[in-house]
C-alpha cells in the first residue's frame, strides 16, 4: 500500500491525469435527469409543452420526471382548464408546476423543501393532483 502511495506520489501532472480519467471512467454512470426524449414525446401527445426554464429547472434540480408525473399533470391541466383558468398551479406530491393552462405550458416547477412565505404571482387557480 504504502510503494503504491509513492508510485502515485512520483507520477507527472499528465500520468496523473490519465490516472485520475481512468478512476472517473469507471464510477458507475449517473441516472439520467431531466426528461428523456421519451418523456418529451410522451408529454408532446398529452398536449403539455416544457419551456425552456421548466427544463432547466428540472436538470438543476435533478428531478427524475416519470410517467405518473406527466399523467397527473395532464390531470391538472385539464381540470383547470375546465374550470376556466388561465395561469395555475398543479400540486403533486413531491413536485409544483406552474402552468399556462391555454397553450398546456410548464413554466417552471418546485421540488421540496417549500420556502416559507413563497409567492405564485399572477395565479388564478390551484389543483392538488
Known amino acids: ?9 512520483s507520477l507527472t501532472g499528465i500520468e496523473q491525469t490519465r490516472l485520475n480519467t ?3 471512467q469507471k464510477k458507475e454512470p ?4 431531466g426528461l428523456s426524449p421519451f418523456m418529451q414525446e410522451l408529454a408532446s401527445s398529452m398536449g403539455i409543452k416544457f419551456s425552456k426554464h421548466a427544463l432547466d ?7 427524475d420526471f416519470t410517467q405518473d ?3 397527473r399533470l395532464a390531470d391538472g391541466i385539464t381540470k383547470l382548464r375546465n ?17 399556462g393552462v391555454k397553450e398546456g405550458t410548464v413554466i417552471t416547477v418546485k421540488t421540496p423543501p417549500f420556502k416559507k412565505d413563497a409567492v405564485f404571482s399572477q395565479i388564478d387557480g390551484v389543483v392538488f393532483v
Open 57 to 63: 429547472r428540472i436538470r438543476f434540480r435533478k428531478i
Open 30 to 33: 449517473t441516472k439520467p435527469v
Open 1 to 9: 500500500m504504502i510503494n503504491r502511495y509513492k508510485q502515485v506520489q
Open 83 to 99: 374550470k376556466g383558468v388561465k395561469e395555475g398551479v398543479v400540486v403533486m406530491d413531491d413536485l409544483i408546476a406552474v402552468v
Open 69 to 71: 408525473h406527466l399523467l
Open 22 to 24: 481512468a478512476v472517473q
